[in-house]
Nanobody, 117 residues
Framework: QVQLVESGGGLVQPGGSLRLSCAAS????????MTWVRQAPGKGLEWVSN????????YYVDSVKGRFTISRDNAKNTVYLQMNSLNPEDTAVYYC??????????WGQGTQVTVSS
């Protein structure tokens, strides 16, 4: 069955960095676009970034452009989110999701990112 397992979250000071990972299994990873979505406390889901199946196309919400970088290693069935210059507004649970067409059909359990001094 499809599994997505995020890791790498934690507590970081403003200006710091974290690298999230999402290990995928149960499907042909290299055939699907992957997405990172986040949910801040008390708020709805916010799309953060997307990477196409081959890794050549990446997209970001404006608030993270220039600070976050999405990448993937199809040999390791893993998608990453490198997050730099973090600020308190980036505090959220971060989810990776498998994208099929315009749908996000499978989600991971999420990893908490807290940016605080």
């Amino acid at each position: 069955q499809v599994q997505l397992v995020e890791s790498g979250g934690g507590l970081v000071q403003p200006g710091g960095s974290l690298r999230l990972s999402c290990a995928a299994s149960g499907f042909t990873f290299s055939s699907y676009a992957m997405t990172w979505v986040r949910q801040a406390p008390g708020k709805g889901l916010e799309w953060v970034s997307n990477i196409n199946s081959g890794g050549g196309g990446t997209y970001y919400v404006d608030s993270v452009k220039g600070r976050f970088t999405i990448s993937r290693d199809n040999a390791k069935n893993t998608v990453y989110l490198q997050m730099n210059s973090l600020n308190p507004e980036d505090t959220a649970v971060y989810y990776c999701a498998k994208r099929t067409g315009w749908e996000y059909d499978y989600w991971g359990q999420g990893t908490q990112v807290t940016v605080s001094s």
